[in-house]
């Protein structure tokens, strides 16, 4: 199986700041990653798919990029709604997995 | 409006077996590969299984294959997971989602349900 491997595990930050959350696999998937936006009581939220392809309705301030075994989701500006947690997940090989997640926090 | 909603959760016992079902409207049903992912309390997602749009392929995560078995009836609108053997680890909230693309299953999953809880205790 591929395993997805998310840093940082958690993280502190404040709204307008800048921020990077990477995702190694185990192998090469090429562009076949995509990420998630959870919350609590809601269902999971499809942000970014085959790596850059923003979905519809997504701000502008997701971004994502990487290809191979590295990469990397990017909040340009945070704001208030966007403290959640964020999974990758590849779609390459059956089966799929998920990252561990990564849980964004207020400062 | 594109939606899902799951059905069919509740408490079983260890070894006991639980269908949940998903039914699926304002789509077309059948030109979409589907998917079952669940969270267990504390935990993050977990991809359980996934099923072709007619139903031939199917895979399933280590942790629940020979145990899990994901069906689809087209005619309803409806995809399904029948669980067997159930593990007191198998108690999470289950949720239902779309792949993105129609008669693909490269570019993650885009409409998801509300999710169904699965205790499993004695």
């Known amino acids: 199986d591929i395993q997805l491997t998310q840093s940082p595990s958690s993280l502190s930050a404040s709204v307008g700041d800048r921020l990077t959350i990477t995702c190694r696999t185990s192998?090469?998937?090429?562009?076949?990653l995509n990420w998630y936006q959870h919350k609590p009581g809601q269902a999971p939220k499809l942000l970014i798919h085959?790596?850059?392809g923003l979905q519809s309705g997504v701000p502008s301030r997701f971004s994502g990029s990487g290809s191979g075994t590295d990469f990397t989701l990017t909040i340009s500006s945070l704001q208030p709604e966007d403290f959640a947690t964020y999974y990758c997940?590849?779609?390459?090989?059956?089966?799929?997995?998920f990252g561990q997640g990564t849980r964004l926090e207020i400062k | 409006e594109e939606l899902l909603v799951e059905s069919g959760g509740g408490l079983v016992h260890p070894g006991g077996s639980l269908r949940l079902s998903c039914a699926a409207s304002g789509f077309t049903f059948s030109n979409y590969w589907m998917h079952w992912v669940r969270q267990a309390p504390g935990k993050g997602l977990e991809w359980v299984s996934r099923i072709s749009t007619d139903g031939t392929t199917t895979n399933s995560a280590d942790s629940v294959r020979g145990r899990f078995i994901i069906l689809r009836d087209n005619s309803k609108n409806s995809l399904y997971v029948h669980m067997s053997s159930l593990r007191v680890e198998d108690t999470a909230l289950y949720f239902c989602a779309r792949s993105l693309t129609p008669g693909q299953d490269y570019h993650g999953m885009d409409v998801w349900g509300q999710g169904t809880t699965v205790t499993v205790s004695s």
């Open positions: 997940q590849q779609s390459y090989g059956a089966p799929q997995t």
């Open positions: 192998q090469n998937i090429f562009t076949y």
């Open positions: 085959s790596s850059s």
